[in-house]
């Protein structure tokens, strides 16, 4: 008996564990990717693994910055491009201002959403 408890809270250990190592393995490819100013890969990623800017955006950061950020410091004008499409207007909106800092073509596409 004793066997079967140990191995179950083994395997419940183990399966804990998994998930954060999992979802940072997926934040780092979605940074590498917007790094690299890659769309098409950030875009099948995101389909491969079925998810969405809008509903990652708040909790992914890389490098300190959140996604839009990131993309204007690294020069990907492309993916910029494409995350402030896909991200609600009330979102993009609070970050024209930094966006500024780095990217004047980032800041005008904010400002036209």
Do not use: W
């Not at 955006?57 to 690294?74: P, Q, R, T, V």
Request: glycine share 4%.
């Amino acid at each position: 008996m004793k066997t079967i408890t140990l191995l179950s809270v083994a395997v419940i250990t183990a399966s804990l564990m998994s998930a954060p190592a999992q979802a940072t393995s997926m934040s780092l490819r979605i940074c590498e990717y917007v790094q690299a100013n890659d769309k098409s890969r950030l875009r099948s990623f995101l389909k491969e693994n079925k998810l969405k800017i809008r509903n990652i955006y708040d909790g992914l950061e890389c490098n300190g910055d959140n996604l839009l950020i990131f993309a204007a410091k690294s020069n990907a004008l492309e993916v910029g491009e494409f995350i402030i499409g896909k991200l609600p207007a009330k979102t993009v909106k609070p970050e024209i201002e930094n966006l500024a800092k780095y990217s004047a073509h980032l800041s005008e596409e904010a400002k036209e959403r």
